[in-house]
């Protein structure tokens, strides 16, 4: 039996009143994203330089160096934080590019104490930066901090695309991780949805216009 075309026009209306749906849903989210990490240029290499000494003579420990790999969240919120120091301004709004693993192997690195950075980054364009010292950001509300080291940091650059960062991160007093991590975005199952039911949306144009 072959669909009449009220039919035919009742379900695209549905299947377009869904994909406006997703989309508003979709709205507070338009600034996180999921990034793939290209594991053939994303590592962290251990060092220490802690002296091991054998009938050879004395050497620090050898560095060795892990693959990283998966999928991650990156998320831009504007936040604001209340300032004091000025006389006129009462807060200041700083773009911050937070990190959340969600699938990421680190491939025996872990074992080693290395964890991803779990600090926020402050956007400058597509640049950004970010310290783990917990005072970093307490400068702008005129707050008394204290804090002690040492601490890691991260760099790179974002443009909702293409995500690059260099990073450090002490391993105690005696151990350091560097590490990089170079990475694209990939569409989100929630976005593929939405491309199928936006093309749905456009057939029932093409199908009210025919008749």
């Given amino acids: 039996m072959t669909p009449k075309p009220k039919t035919i026009a009742a379900s695209l209306h549905l299947a377009t009143g869904i994909a406006a749906g997703l989309l508003a849903a979709m709205v507070p989210q338009a600034h996180a994203r999921l990034i793939e990490i290209d594991a053939s240029q994303s590592y962290a290499t251990y060092t220490s330089n802690f002296v091991i000494c054998d009938p050879s003579g004395c050497s620090p420990a050898p560095a060795q160096t892990f693959m990283l790999s998966g999928i991650f969240d990156a998320n831009v919120r504007t936040e604001s ?7 006129t301004v009462t807060t200041i709004e700083l ?13 025996g690195a872990d074992g080693l104490g290395f964890r ?96």
């Fill in 81 to 87: 934080f209340p300032v004091s120091f000025f006389p």
């Fill in 95 to 107: 773009d911050l590019l937070r990190l959340t693993p969600v699938s990421v192997d680190f491939h």
């Fill in 116 to 211: 991803f950075p779990d600090f926020p980054g402050v956007m400058n364009g597509t640049s950004f930066s970010g310290s783990a010292d917990p005072c970093s950001l307490f400068f702008l509300q005129g707050s008394t901090c204290m804090s002690l080291g040492p601490f890691g940091g991260i760099a790179g650059s974002y443009d909702g695309e293409n995500f690059t960062l260099d990073g450090t991160a002490p391993n105690g007093f005696f151990d350091q991780f560097t590490y990089r991590i170079v990475g694209h975005t990939v569409p989100e199952p929630g976005t593929l949805a939405l491309t199928a039911l936006a093309g749905l949306g456009m057939l029932k144009r093409r199908t009210a216009k025919r008749t």
